[in-house]
Protein backbone atom coordinates (compact mmCIF):
# COMPACT_ATOMS: atom_id res chain seq x y z
CA UNK A 1 0.00 0.00 0.00
CA UNK A 2 1.39 3.56 -0.78
CA UNK A 3 1.90 6.24 1.96
CA UNK A 4 2.59 9.84 1.77
CA UNK A 5 4.04 12.30 4.29
CA UNK A 6 1.15 14.88 4.77
CA UNK A 7 2.08 16.63 7.49
CA UNK A 8 5.89 18.15 8.28
CA UNK A 9 6.41 20.13 12.05
CA UNK A 10 9.94 21.47 13.29
CA UNK A 11 11.13 23.72 15.83
CA UNK A 12 13.80 26.17 14.97
CA UNK A 13 17.39 24.65 15.99
CA UNK A 14 19.58 25.76 18.77
CA UNK A 15 19.69 26.68 22.27
CA UNK A 16 15.79 25.64 23.40
CA UNK A 17 16.05 26.86 27.15
CA UNK A 18 12.87 28.36 26.93
CA UNK A 19 11.24 25.24 26.82
CA UNK A 20 10.93 21.68 28.42
CA UNK A 21 11.34 19.25 26.70
CA UNK A 22 7.74 18.15 26.45
CA UNK A 23 7.19 21.44 25.59
CA UNK A 24 9.46 21.34 22.80
CA UNK A 25 7.65 18.08 21.35
CA UNK A 26 4.38 19.89 21.49
CA UNK A 27 5.56 22.45 19.24
CA UNK A 28 6.62 20.26 16.57
CA UNK A 29 4.09 18.01 16.95
CA UNK A 30 1.44 20.96 16.64
CA UNK A 31 2.89 22.50 13.40
CA UNK A 32 3.20 19.12 11.78
CA UNK A 33 -0.88 18.12 12.62
CA UNK A 34 -1.97 21.82 11.53
CA UNK A 35 0.09 21.16 8.17
CA UNK A 36 -1.33 17.74 7.66
CA UNK A 37 -4.76 19.25 8.07
CA UNK A 38 -5.72 16.37 10.42
CA UNK A 39 -7.05 16.55 14.04
CA UNK A 40 -5.29 14.82 16.71
CA UNK A 41 -8.35 13.17 17.66
CA UNK A 42 -7.84 11.79 14.10
CA UNK A 43 -4.27 10.46 14.37
CA UNK A 44 -4.90 6.42 14.81
CA UNK A 45 -1.43 5.65 15.90
CA UNK A 46 1.70 7.82 17.31
CA UNK A 47 5.76 6.64 17.16
CA UNK A 48 7.84 8.19 18.76
CA UNK A 49 11.54 8.09 18.83
CA UNK A 50 14.11 9.69 21.68
CA UNK A 51 17.14 8.39 23.71
CA UNK A 52 16.50 8.12 27.50
CA UNK A 53 20.27 8.47 28.26
CA UNK A 54 20.17 11.76 26.79
CA UNK A 55 17.02 12.75 27.94
CA UNK A 56 18.08 11.88 31.58
CA UNK A 57 14.86 9.97 31.83
CA UNK A 58 13.94 6.78 31.66
CA UNK A 59 11.05 5.19 29.34
CA UNK A 60 11.23 9.05 28.21
CA UNK A 61 8.10 8.70 25.67
CA UNK A 62 5.70 8.63 28.74
CA UNK A 63 6.84 11.97 29.66
CA UNK A 64 6.45 13.22 25.93
CA UNK A 65 3.39 11.16 25.37
CA UNK A 66 0.83 14.01 25.95
CA UNK A 67 2.89 16.44 23.66
CA UNK A 68 2.86 14.30 21.08
CA UNK A 69 -0.53 13.52 20.56
CA UNK A 70 -0.42 10.49 22.29
CA UNK A 71 -3.48 10.76 24.90
CA UNK A 72 -5.61 7.68 24.87
CA UNK A 73 -3.72 6.27 21.53
CA UNK A 74 -1.39 3.77 20.50
CA UNK A 75 2.08 4.87 21.08
CA UNK A 76 5.29 3.06 20.43
CA UNK A 77 8.72 4.39 20.97
CA UNK A 78 11.63 3.48 19.19
CA UNK A 79 14.87 3.50 20.69
CA UNK A 80 17.25 4.14 17.57
CA UNK A 81 17.48 7.45 15.80
CA UNK A 82 14.35 9.39 14.68
CA UNK A 83 14.52 7.70 10.94
CA UNK A 84 13.67 4.14 12.64
CA UNK A 85 10.58 6.24 13.88
CA UNK A 86 9.47 6.92 10.19
CA UNK A 87 10.38 3.29 9.02
CA UNK A 88 8.02 1.92 11.47
CA UNK A 89 5.16 4.41 11.05
CA UNK A 90 5.68 3.88 7.54
CA UNK A 91 5.12 -0.13 8.18
CA UNK A 92 2.03 0.41 10.40
CA UNK A 93 0.20 2.14 8.07
CA UNK A 94 1.81 -0.30 5.32
CA UNK A 95 0.10 -2.82 6.84
CA UNK A 96 -3.66 -1.32 6.73
CA UNK A 97 -3.91 -1.74 10.42
CA UNK A 98 -3.44 1.79 10.73
CA UNK A 99 -5.10 4.99 8.13
CA UNK A 100 -1.73 7.11 9.53
CA UNK A 101 0.64 7.83 11.86
CA UNK A 102 2.32 10.92 13.74
CA UNK A 103 6.37 10.11 14.00
CA UNK A 104 7.78 12.71 16.79
CA UNK A 105 11.60 12.93 17.76
CA UNK A 106 13.39 15.19 19.90
CA UNK A 107 17.19 15.82 21.09
CA UNK A 108 17.94 18.44 23.93
CA UNK A 109 21.46 18.65 23.80
CA UNK A 110 21.99 21.49 25.72
CA UNK A 111 20.62 19.52 29.05
CA UNK A 112 23.55 17.07 29.15
CA UNK A 113 27.16 16.05 28.23
CA UNK A 114 27.05 14.33 24.71
CA UNK A 115 29.93 13.56 24.51
CA UNK A 116 29.51 11.36 28.08
CA UNK A 117 26.92 9.94 27.12
CA UNK A 118 28.03 8.62 23.69
CA UNK A 119 31.46 6.91 25.82
CA UNK A 120 28.69 5.06 28.22
CA UNK A 121 26.47 4.17 24.96
CA UNK A 122 29.64 1.63 24.32
CA UNK A 123 30.02 -1.29 25.29
CA UNK A 124 31.54 -1.65 28.85
CA UNK A 125 33.82 -4.90 28.44
CA UNK A 126 35.86 -3.69 25.08
CA UNK A 127 35.28 -0.67 23.85
CA UNK A 128 34.39 1.53 26.35
CA UNK A 129 37.58 2.41 28.45
CA UNK A 130 39.31 3.03 25.16
CA UNK A 131 39.05 6.48 24.43
CA UNK A 132 36.05 5.94 22.40
CA UNK A 133 33.04 8.56 21.91
CA UNK A 134 30.82 9.36 18.80
CA UNK A 135 33.72 11.93 17.99
CA UNK A 136 36.58 9.69 18.36
CA UNK A 137 35.14 6.75 16.28
CA UNK A 138 33.96 9.39 13.46
CA UNK A 139 37.54 10.22 13.61
CA UNK A 140 38.58 6.59 13.11
CA UNK A 141 36.84 6.11 10.44
CA UNK A 142 37.39 8.78 8.72
CA UNK A 143 41.36 7.95 8.82
CA UNK A 144 40.61 4.70 7.05
CA UNK A 145 38.78 6.83 4.47
CA UNK A 146 41.43 9.58 3.80
CA UNK A 147 43.74 6.93 3.41
CA UNK A 148 42.29 5.28 0.43
CA UNK A 149 40.39 7.74 -0.89
CA UNK A 150 42.69 10.96 -0.94
CA UNK A 151 40.77 13.38 0.22
CA UNK A 152 42.39 16.96 0.88
CA UNK A 153 41.34 19.54 3.96
CA UNK A 154 40.18 21.29 0.90
CA UNK A 155 37.91 19.25 0.09
CA UNK A 156 36.98 18.74 3.59
CA UNK A 157 36.74 22.56 3.72
CA UNK A 158 33.94 22.54 0.50
CA UNK A 159 31.63 20.57 2.09
CA UNK A 160 31.49 22.47 5.58
CA UNK A 161 31.00 25.53 3.38
CA UNK A 162 28.46 24.27 1.13
CA UNK A 163 26.63 23.14 3.74
CA UNK A 164 26.40 26.27 6.47
CA UNK A 165 26.25 28.73 3.43
CA UNK A 166 22.99 26.41 2.40
CA UNK A 167 22.02 26.59 6.67
CA UNK A 168 21.64 30.68 6.37
CA UNK A 169 19.32 30.00 4.16
CA UNK A 170 17.20 28.12 6.15
CA UNK A 171 15.18 29.79 9.03
CA UNK A 172 15.22 26.50 11.14
CA UNK A 173 19.08 26.19 11.49
CA UNK A 174 21.43 26.54 14.16
CA UNK A 175 22.42 30.08 14.69
CA UNK A 176 25.95 30.11 13.01
CA UNK A 177 28.33 32.41 11.31
CA UNK A 178 29.52 31.45 7.98
CA UNK A 179 33.22 30.59 8.21
CA UNK A 180 35.81 31.16 5.48
CA UNK A 181 37.51 28.35 3.71
CA UNK A 182 40.85 29.58 5.76
CA UNK A 183 39.04 29.76 9.00
CA UNK A 184 37.65 25.91 8.61
CA UNK A 185 41.52 24.47 7.13
CA UNK A 186 42.98 26.14 10.09
CA UNK A 187 40.59 25.22 12.73
CA UNK A 188 42.47 22.88 15.86
CA UNK A 189 42.30 19.25 15.92
CA UNK A 190 39.64 17.83 18.23
CA UNK A 191 40.34 14.11 17.32
CA UNK A 192 42.79 14.05 14.45
CA UNK A 193 41.90 13.89 11.51
CA UNK A 194 38.63 16.25 12.42
CA UNK A 195 39.10 19.81 13.42
CA UNK A 196 36.85 21.70 15.49
CA UNK A 197 35.44 22.86 12.56
CA UNK A 198 34.64 19.42 10.82
CA UNK A 199 32.09 19.05 13.59
CA UNK A 200 27.96 19.58 13.83
CA UNK A 201 26.78 21.96 16.61
CA UNK A 202 24.89 20.85 19.33
CA UNK A 203 21.53 21.22 18.81
CA UNK A 204 17.90 21.20 20.83
CA UNK A 205 15.07 20.33 18.34
CA UNK A 206 12.24 18.68 17.79
CA UNK A 207 10.31 17.38 14.28
CA UNK A 208 7.32 15.60 13.66
CA UNK A 209 6.00 14.28 10.85
CA UNK A 210 2.04 12.76 9.96
CA UNK A 211 2.01 9.66 7.22
CA UNK A 212 -1.59 8.30 5.90
CA UNK A 213 -2.96 5.69 2.84
CA UNK A 214 -3.06 6.48 -0.01
CA UNK A 215 -7.05 7.08 -0.05
CA UNK A 216 -7.00 9.90 2.90
CA UNK A 217 -3.52 11.60 1.22
CA UNK A 218 -5.71 11.83 -2.05
CA UNK A 219 -8.64 12.91 0.08
CA UNK A 220 -6.58 16.09 1.21
CA UNK A 221 -6.26 17.36 -2.40
CA UNK A 222 -2.69 18.88 -1.57
CA UNK A 223 0.98 18.07 -2.11
CA UNK A 224 2.11 15.12 -0.20
CA UNK A 225 5.87 13.39 -0.51
CA UNK A 226 5.28 9.91 -1.45
CA UNK A 227 7.56 7.39 0.22
CA UNK A 228 8.68 5.18 -3.16
CA UNK A 229 10.89 3.49 -1.35
CA UNK A 230 13.05 2.22 1.95
CA UNK A 231 15.82 0.31 2.91
CA UNK A 232 17.58 -0.27 6.43
CA UNK A 233 20.19 -2.92 7.32
CA UNK A 234 22.26 -3.19 10.40
CA UNK A 235 25.70 -3.75 10.59
CA UNK A 236 28.00 -6.06 13.01
CA UNK A 237 28.28 -4.28 16.25
CA UNK A 238 32.61 -4.20 16.56
CA UNK A 239 33.39 -1.60 14.19
CA UNK A 240 37.16 -3.23 13.52
CA UNK A 241 35.07 -6.47 12.07
CA UNK A 242 34.41 -4.53 9.02
CA UNK A 243 37.55 -2.42 9.12
CA UNK A 244 39.64 -4.88 7.03
CA UNK A 245 37.76 -5.24 4.47
CA UNK A 246 35.91 -1.43 4.11
CA UNK A 247 40.22 -0.35 3.42
CA UNK A 248 40.18 -2.17 0.40
CA UNK A 249 36.07 -1.94 -0.94
CA UNK A 250 33.07 1.00 -0.28
CA UNK A 251 33.53 2.97 3.22
CA UNK A 252 30.10 2.55 3.78
CA UNK A 253 29.12 -1.19 2.61
CA UNK A 254 26.01 -1.66 4.84
CA UNK A 255 24.55 2.02 4.00
CA UNK A 256 25.80 0.83 0.30
CA UNK A 257 23.10 -1.96 0.95
CA UNK A 258 19.95 -0.25 2.13
CA UNK A 259 20.40 2.45 -0.95
CA UNK A 260 20.34 -0.75 -3.05
CA UNK A 261 17.58 -2.08 -1.03
CA UNK A 262 15.62 1.63 -1.09
CA UNK A 263 16.09 2.05 -5.12
CA UNK A 264 14.72 -1.31 -6.05
CA UNK A 265 11.71 -0.31 -4.50
CA UNK A 266 11.35 2.65 -5.96
CA UNK A 267 12.81 1.69 -9.29
CA UNK A 268 15.57 3.69 -9.36
CA UNK A 269 18.26 2.53 -11.61
CA UNK A 270 20.58 5.55 -11.83
CA UNK A 271 20.66 7.41 -9.00
CA UNK A 272 22.65 10.83 -10.07
CA UNK A 273 20.41 11.22 -13.12
CA UNK A 274 16.87 10.31 -11.07
CA UNK A 275 17.32 11.86 -7.94
CA UNK A 276 17.04 15.54 -7.75
CA UNK A 277 17.94 16.14 -3.97
CA UNK A 278 19.51 14.60 -1.36
CA UNK A 279 19.51 15.21 2.78
CA UNK A 280 22.10 13.62 4.25
CA UNK A 281 24.04 12.33 7.38
CA UNK A 282 27.03 14.84 7.09
CA UNK A 283 28.28 14.20 10.81
CA UNK A 284 31.77 14.95 9.37
CA UNK A 285 32.06 16.57 5.46
CA UNK A 286 34.81 13.53 5.17
CA UNK A 287 30.63 11.15 6.17
CA UNK A 288 29.47 13.29 3.46
CA UNK A 289 31.94 11.70 0.54
CA UNK A 290 31.74 8.68 1.86
CA UNK A 291 27.71 9.16 1.38
CA UNK A 292 27.71 9.96 -2.08
CA UNK A 293 29.99 6.49 -3.22
CA UNK A 294 28.03 4.22 -0.71
CA UNK A 295 24.21 5.89 -2.27
CA UNK A 296 25.78 5.33 -5.96
CA UNK A 297 26.18 9.19 -7.11
CA UNK A 298 29.51 8.34 -7.96
CA UNK A 299 31.95 5.67 -7.72
CA UNK A 300 34.51 4.30 -4.88
CA UNK A 301 36.68 7.41 -3.52
CA UNK A 302 35.09 9.58 -5.92
CA UNK A 303 33.45 11.73 -3.68
CA UNK A 304 35.55 14.71 -3.45
CA UNK A 305 35.11 15.12 -7.65
CA UNK A 306 31.28 15.90 -6.85
CA UNK A 307 32.39 18.65 -4.18
CA UNK A 308 35.24 19.47 -6.59
CA UNK A 309 33.05 20.08 -9.62
CA UNK A 310 29.59 21.72 -7.71
CA UNK A 311 27.88 18.86 -8.41
CA UNK A 312 26.30 18.88 -5.05
CA UNK A 313 26.18 22.40 -4.49
CA UNK A 314 22.77 24.85 -4.70
CA UNK A 315 21.88 24.56 -8.49
CA UNK A 316 24.47 21.94 -9.47
CA UNK A 317 23.33 18.50 -11.10
CA UNK A 318 22.06 16.85 -7.25
CA UNK A 319 22.21 19.75 -4.44
CA UNK A 320 23.04 17.75 -1.14
CA UNK A 321 21.37 19.10 1.89
CA UNK A 322 19.87 22.81 1.19
CA UNK A 323 18.45 22.57 4.48
CA UNK A 324 22.25 23.55 5.89
CA UNK A 325 22.37 19.80 7.00
CA UNK A 326 23.55 18.23 10.23
CA UNK A 327 26.74 20.30 9.88
CA UNK A 328 24.78 23.73 10.37
CA UNK A 329 21.96 21.81 12.70
CA UNK A 330 22.37 18.70 14.68
CA UNK A 331 19.58 17.79 17.45
CA UNK A 332 21.16 14.54 17.75
CA UNK A 333 18.77 11.64 17.98
CA UNK A 334 16.53 13.12 15.46
CA UNK A 335 18.88 14.29 13.22
CA UNK A 336 18.16 11.60 10.80
CA UNK A 337 14.21 12.18 10.89
CA UNK A 338 14.95 15.59 10.15
CA UNK A 339 16.72 14.64 6.88
CA UNK A 340 13.61 13.12 5.60
CA UNK A 341 11.19 16.04 6.71
CA UNK A 342 13.68 18.02 4.47
CA UNK A 343 13.12 15.68 1.81
CA UNK A 344 9.72 15.71 2.04
CA UNK A 345 9.58 19.77 2.08
CA UNK A 346 11.33 19.61 -1.12
CA UNK A 347 9.01 17.09 -3.02
CA UNK A 348 5.98 19.20 -1.65
CA UNK A 349 7.70 22.46 -2.78
CA UNK A 350 7.13 23.95 0.65
CA UNK A 351 11.56 24.26 1.39
CA UNK A 352 10.86 28.18 0.85
CA UNK A 353 14.61 29.90 -0.28
CA UNK A 354 16.29 26.56 0.23
CA UNK A 355 13.93 25.29 -2.32
CA UNK A 356 15.48 22.85 -5.45
CA UNK A 357 14.05 23.81 -8.83
CA UNK A 358 11.31 20.66 -9.65
CA UNK A 359 12.47 18.63 -7.08
CA UNK A 360 10.62 15.60 -7.94
CA UNK A 361 12.23 12.83 -6.37
CA UNK A 362 14.19 12.99 -3.00
CA UNK A 363 16.79 11.43 -0.98
CA UNK A 364 16.92 11.07 3.14
CA UNK A 365 19.55 8.89 4.25
CA UNK A 366 19.98 8.72 8.15
CA UNK A 367 22.74 6.90 10.74
CA UNK A 368 22.31 5.42 13.70
CA UNK A 369 24.93 4.37 15.81
CA UNK A 370 28.66 5.36 17.43
CA UNK A 371 30.35 4.37 13.83
CA UNK A 372 27.26 4.30 11.63
CA UNK A 373 26.68 1.13 11.97
CA UNK A 374 22.62 1.37 11.28
CA UNK A 375 22.20 2.83 8.01
CA UNK A 376 18.57 4.22 6.51
CA UNK A 377 17.05 5.27 2.96
CA UNK A 378 14.64 7.11 1.99
CA UNK A 379 13.43 7.74 -1.47
CA UNK A 380 10.19 10.18 -1.67
CA UNK A 381 8.48 10.97 -4.43
CA UNK A 382 6.17 14.30 -5.54
CA UNK B 1 10.61 35.24 31.73
CA UNK B 2 13.65 35.85 29.43
CA UNK B 3 16.91 35.46 31.12
CA UNK B 4 15.66 33.78 35.05
CA UNK B 5 15.18 30.72 33.90
CA UNK B 6 16.13 27.93 36.41
CA UNK B 7 18.00 24.69 35.74
CA UNK B 8 17.35 21.72 38.24
CA UNK B 9 20.47 20.01 37.92
CA UNK B 10 20.58 16.07 38.52
CA UNK B 11 22.71 12.97 38.06
CA UNK B 12 22.41 9.43 36.94
CA UNK B 13 25.03 7.79 39.68
CA UNK B 14 24.02 4.21 38.88
CA UNK B 15 26.56 1.59 39.82
CA UNK B 16 26.36 -1.54 37.40
CA UNK B 17 28.37 -4.94 37.72
CA UNK B 18 28.53 -6.15 33.88
CA UNK B 19 29.04 -9.68 33.44
CA UNK B 20 32.22 -10.20 31.60
CA UNK B 21 30.63 -14.15 31.22
CA UNK B 22 32.93 -16.95 30.14
CA UNK B 23 34.37 -16.12 27.12
CA UNK B 24 35.39 -12.30 27.98
CA UNK B 25 36.62 -13.47 31.78
CA UNK B 26 39.46 -16.60 29.46
CA UNK B 27 40.29 -13.65 27.51
CA UNK B 28 40.88 -11.11 30.37
CA UNK B 29 43.15 -13.55 32.85
CA UNK B 30 44.89 -14.73 30.09
CA UNK B 31 46.01 -10.70 29.64
CA UNK B 32 46.28 -11.24 33.45
CA UNK B 33 48.07 -14.30 33.79
CA UNK B 34 50.48 -14.93 30.93
CA UNK B 35 50.04 -11.78 29.21
CA UNK B 36 48.40 -13.69 26.28
CA UNK B 37 46.19 -12.19 23.33
CA UNK B 38 43.74 -14.78 22.90
CA UNK B 39 40.98 -15.15 19.77
CA UNK B 40 37.55 -16.88 18.92
CA UNK B 41 38.03 -18.97 16.00
CA UNK B 42 34.87 -19.24 13.88
CA UNK B 43 34.34 -22.92 12.84
CA UNK B 44 32.53 -21.99 9.45
CA UNK B 45 34.11 -18.81 8.08
CA UNK B 46 37.37 -19.33 10.07
CA UNK B 47 37.90 -16.09 10.96
CA UNK B 48 39.68 -15.44 14.50
CA UNK B 49 37.53 -12.76 16.17
CA UNK B 50 39.06 -10.55 18.59
CA UNK B 51 37.63 -9.36 20.56
CA UNK B 52 36.74 -12.98 21.49
CA UNK B 53 33.22 -13.79 21.37
CA UNK B 54 31.31 -16.94 22.00
CA UNK B 55 29.34 -16.66 18.77
CA UNK B 56 29.94 -15.51 15.15
CA UNK B 57 26.96 -13.47 14.34
CA UNK B 58 27.94 -13.94 10.03
CA UNK B 59 27.46 -17.65 10.36
CA UNK B 60 25.23 -17.51 13.82
CA UNK B 61 26.95 -20.47 15.00
CA UNK B 62 28.82 -20.96 17.83
CA UNK B 63 32.74 -19.95 17.62
CA UNK B 64 34.56 -23.25 18.74
CA UNK B 65 38.54 -23.30 19.98
CA UNK B 66 40.61 -20.02 21.28
CA UNK B 67 43.60 -18.81 19.17
CA UNK B 68 46.79 -17.18 20.33
CA UNK B 69 46.93 -14.39 17.91
CA UNK B 70 50.51 -12.83 17.63
CA UNK B 71 52.29 -9.95 19.88
CA UNK B 72 52.09 -7.55 16.71
CA UNK B 73 50.40 -6.12 14.31
CA UNK B 74 49.05 -3.11 12.11
CA UNK B 75 47.42 -0.15 12.08
CA UNK B 76 43.97 -0.34 10.30
CA UNK B 77 42.69 3.33 11.41
CA UNK B 78 43.66 5.86 14.37
CA UNK B 79 42.75 9.10 15.67
CA UNK B 80 44.93 11.36 18.15
CA UNK B 81 42.82 13.37 20.51
CA UNK B 82 43.50 16.45 21.48
CA UNK B 83 40.32 17.65 23.47
CA UNK B 84 39.44 17.16 26.65
CA UNK B 85 36.31 14.96 26.71
CA UNK B 86 33.91 14.20 29.72
CA UNK B 87 34.32 10.40 30.77
CA UNK B 88 37.55 10.34 28.88
CA UNK B 89 41.16 10.48 29.36
CA UNK B 90 43.14 13.71 29.79
CA UNK B 91 44.71 14.76 26.20
CA UNK B 92 46.69 14.38 24.03
CA UNK B 93 46.39 10.31 23.17
CA UNK B 94 46.19 8.13 20.94
CA UNK B 95 43.48 5.35 19.90
CA UNK B 96 44.14 3.12 17.18
CA UNK B 97 42.34 -0.40 15.53
CA UNK B 98 44.81 -2.86 15.00
CA UNK B 99 44.53 -5.90 13.31
CA UNK B 100 46.60 -8.74 15.17
CA UNK B 101 48.79 -11.11 13.29
CA UNK B 102 46.76 -14.40 13.15
CA UNK B 103 43.61 -12.28 13.78
CA UNK B 104 40.44 -11.32 11.58
CA UNK B 105 39.35 -8.53 12.90
CA UNK B 106 40.78 -5.43 14.18
CA UNK B 107 40.81 -4.55 17.86
CA UNK B 108 40.70 -1.03 19.44
CA UNK B 109 43.27 -0.02 21.88
CA UNK B 110 45.42 3.11 23.11
CA UNK B 111 48.42 3.96 21.42
CA UNK B 112 51.33 4.54 24.14
CA UNK B 113 55.07 5.78 23.47
CA UNK B 114 54.82 8.24 21.02
CA UNK B 115 55.23 12.09 21.61
CA UNK B 116 51.87 14.17 20.25
CA UNK B 117 52.33 17.21 21.25
CA UNK B 118 53.93 17.86 17.45
CA UNK B 119 51.12 16.43 15.65
CA UNK B 120 52.78 16.89 12.45
CA UNK B 121 56.13 14.36 14.02
CA UNK B 122 53.28 12.37 15.44
CA UNK B 123 51.56 11.45 12.08
CA UNK B 124 54.42 10.61 10.37
CA UNK B 125 54.68 7.98 12.90
CA UNK B 126 51.09 6.72 13.67
CA UNK B 127 49.66 6.55 10.31
CA UNK B 128 47.50 3.41 8.64
CA UNK B 129 49.52 -0.14 7.73
CA UNK B 130 52.14 0.89 10.56
CA UNK B 131 53.39 -1.54 12.74
CA UNK B 132 52.53 -1.91 16.41
CA UNK B 133 53.43 -4.38 19.06
CA UNK B 134 51.18 -5.05 22.54
CA UNK B 135 52.54 -3.70 25.81
CA UNK B 136 50.97 -4.86 29.17
CA UNK B 137 50.83 -3.33 32.37
CA UNK B 138 52.96 -4.42 34.85
CA UNK B 139 49.84 -4.57 37.53
CA UNK B 140 47.36 -6.01 35.32
CA UNK B 141 43.98 -6.33 36.45
CA UNK B 142 41.41 -7.97 33.90
CA UNK B 143 40.57 -4.92 31.72
CA UNK B 144 40.93 -4.32 27.97
CA UNK B 145 43.11 -1.29 29.38
CA UNK B 146 46.03 -3.83 30.67
CA UNK B 147 47.49 -3.70 27.19
CA UNK B 148 47.71 -1.43 25.11
CA UNK B 149 49.69 -0.83 21.65
CA UNK B 150 53.48 0.90 20.62
CA UNK B 151 55.11 1.53 17.41
CA UNK B 152 58.15 -1.14 16.66
ZN1 LIG C 1 31.75 -17.22 11.13
Same mark, same amino acid.
Given at each position: MKVAIIGVGQTSYGNKKHQSIDELVFEATKKALDDSGLEREEIES?? $??? +???????? *? +???? *?AGGSGAYLKDEVKVADGGIYGLILGYLRVASGVFDNSLIVSWTKSSEVSTDLVSNLSFEPLYLRSCGLNSITSLALQTSTYIGRADVKDEDAAKVVLKNRENGLKNPLSHPLQKPSIKEINSSRFVSYPLRESYLPPESDGACALVIASKKRAKSLKKNCAWILGLGWVIDEYYAGDLIVETRHGVSLPLLKRSSEMAYKMAGVENPISEIDVAEVSDVTPYHEMMIYEALGFCRDREGKVLIRD? $??????????NPSGGILSSNPIFTSSLVRVAEGALQVMRKAGKR %?????????? %??? $?GMSTQGSCVVILGS | MKDDLIFIAQRWDIEFKHAAGETASTFFKAIMQRREILGRLCPKCKRVLLPPRSFCE?? @?? &??? &??????? &?????? @?TIVYEKFEGLPPPPYAIAYVLLDGASTAMVNFVKGLDLNNLDQAIKKIKIGAKVKVAFKRKREGRITDFWYELV
Open positions: VV $TAG +SDALDGRG *I +SNMV *IG $TTKMGGGLPV %QVKNAKVALA %QGF $T | RC @FV &ETS &EWVKVGG &EGKIQS @F
